[in-house]
């Protein structure tokens, strides 16, 4: 098994290969979740510290149950209460943390790149929760999971990733991951959504969800990031709605069996029909939070193998 990386901070490093590795690990993870005795030891005597800027839900939730289903010691720090609020700076606050000797890191932070310059400065190994509007490797992961469970395989898919692509670090990750990958990949939304340049990603990109949803065998929904707008990137969300929002006519543009994705949290009613983001037969929204626990197991066991390879060094 090969992965030879000290962190993961984004999809951008990993190769095609590396990837599936991950992807058979968590999948057997995915199994020894759903049994009833989980005491696997993989990072047994390790210390998780999560770190967390930014409000998270499902990715929180699952990295603290996936460190303790595989035995570590979990720290979640509370980092509205914390020094940061007194103005440490985030390089202090992580030199503060290696003092303690963690050996796994899991930070989420609102700038692009906070997380990638935080592993600098620490010597365990460091995974990105979700940098701004950079990168979210584990999300990426986990959907490629999903999908490789759902469909069968993870390559020649047409894969319709829709709505704020712009402000969404699960597009980029999910971009540069299914490209690797070999799909075909379309960025359906308004152009005011769509990041510059965006086409030298390899991608198809529409403004147009009937076009954009066409044949599509994955249709993957994104939460309208409100709260990285300064105003002005849509009319209304009624609007917005009855252009981008997944309902069932637009979905009935995609593939019979095309399966509906996405990350959480969801506005229902903005991005996508309630209805639809229910419905079993189509919906995979559920599978994907647990894949979520799967993945984030499979990821840290890894980065735990290096870590044991290698000689411990001590950084000052
Ligand atoms: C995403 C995130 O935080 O980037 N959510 C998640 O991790 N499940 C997507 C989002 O916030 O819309």
């Not at 190769?15 to 005795?37: V, W």
């Not at 035995?71 to 202090?92: F, H, P, R």
């Not at 009624?238 to 997944?246: A, K, S, V």
Request: with cysteine; aromatic share 4%.
């Amino acid at each position: 098994m090969r992965f030879d990386h000290r962190h993961l901070l984004g999809i951008e490093p990993l190769r095609p290969d590396e990837i599936t590795t991950l992807l058979d690990l968590a999948d057997q993870y995915a199994t020894y979740n759903r049994g009833r005795d989980k005491n696997a030891q993989a990072l047994a005597g390790m210390t998780q510290i999560n770190m967390f800027f930014e409000n998270s839900t499902r990715t929180q939730a699952s990295f603290e149950l996936a460190g303790k289903r595989l035995g570590a010691d979990v720290m979640n720090m509370a980092m509205q209460a914390s020094s940061i609020k007194k103005g440490e700076t985030l390089i202090d606050t992580a030199l503060t943390l290696n003092a303690m000797h963690p050996d796994l890191l899991v930070v989420r932070h609102p700038h692009s790149g906070a997380v990638d310059l935080l592993a600098q400065k620490v010597n365990c190994a460091v995974l990105n929760a979700g940098d701004g509007r950079h990168e979210h490797p584990t999300q990426a992961l986990l959907d490629a999971l999903t999908i490789r469970r759902a469909k069968g395989r993870l390559h020649r898919l047409t894969i319709a990733i829709c709505g704020d692509v712009a402000h969404s670090r699960v597009a980029r990750s999910n971009l540069l991951l299914l490209h690797k990958m070999e799909n075909r990949i379309r960025l359906v939304g308004p152009p005011t959504l769509m990041p510059a340049g965006i086409d030298a990603f390899g991608a198809e990109v529409y403004d147009d969800m009937r076009e954009g949803l066409r044949d599509a065998d994955v249709v993957m929904m994104l939460r309208l990031q409100k709260e990285r707008m300064d105003g002005g990137f849509i009319p209304s969300e009624r609007e917005y709605y009855h252009r981008y929002g997944l309902d069932a006519e637009k979905l009935s543009h995609a593939k019979p069996d095309a399966i509906v994705m996405h990350p959480g949290p969801m506005n229902r009613g903005v991005e996508i029909d309630g209805t639809i983001a229910d419905d079993i037969n189509r919906s995979v929204i559920q599978d994907q939070v647990e894949m979520g626990v799967a993945v984030r197991m499979a990821a840290m066991d890894l980065l735990a193998r290096n870590l044991r390879a290698r000689p411990k060094t001590v950084m000052v």
